[in-house]
């Protein structure tokens, strides 16, 4: 067995889904399978993996079924094989991308900050109902520059997260 797959598989065993990252899997095959037969149509399982945050075309999808010996010929997705690829497909992501597009949702204007204004819409969006203090608060802890803003800075193709 070639050493990189070994490696990989190494390190898969070391970790693990949390709770939270299990139940949002059941919730979002829970979702699509509204005849509770424990199945979901090609198509669902593309939009439950949207629900989860991969963006993958459908040539993507078919390529991830192939790799996983999953014959297109039913037209369903038991959830037994649902939870095999997306926890493999959540063991896989990378950390950094994972934070950038957490960073990107609250960066609403593109423009490599999140501001108050930022916090206080997607709060309310979420119906979080954080005082003005508790928002300016949470700015103030990271703002490293003083200009009421928590940046991202893209440099040489590494992110660096001013904490």
Do not use: C, W
């Amino acid at each position: 067995m070639d050493s990189g797959i070994i490696d990989n598989i190494r390190r898969r065993k070391r970790r693990e889904l949390t709770a939270g990252q299990k139940q949002e899997i059941v919730e979002a095959f829970d979702l699509f399978d509204t005849d509770k037969d424990q199945q979901i149509s090609y198509y669902e399982f593309k939009v439950a993996l949207r629900a989860l945050g991969f963006e993958l075309k459908k040539q993507e999808v078919l390529k991830t079924l192939e790799d996983y010996n999953i014959k297109e010929d039913s037209g369903k997705l038991r959830f037994e094989d649902f939870n095999e690829i997306v926890t493999d497909m959540i063991l896989d992501r990378d950390p950094v991308t994972e934070m950038v597009r957490a960073f990107k949702l609250f960066d609403e204007d593109d423009s490599g900050k999140i501001t108050y204004r930022n916090l206080k819409k997607i709060s309310k969006e979420l119906g979080e109902n954080l005082s003005d203090q508790e928002l300016r608060a949470m700015i103030e802890e990271f703002d490293q520059d003083g200009d009421g803003a928590h940046k991202v800075e893209y440099t040489n193709s590494f992110l660096y997260l001013n904490f």
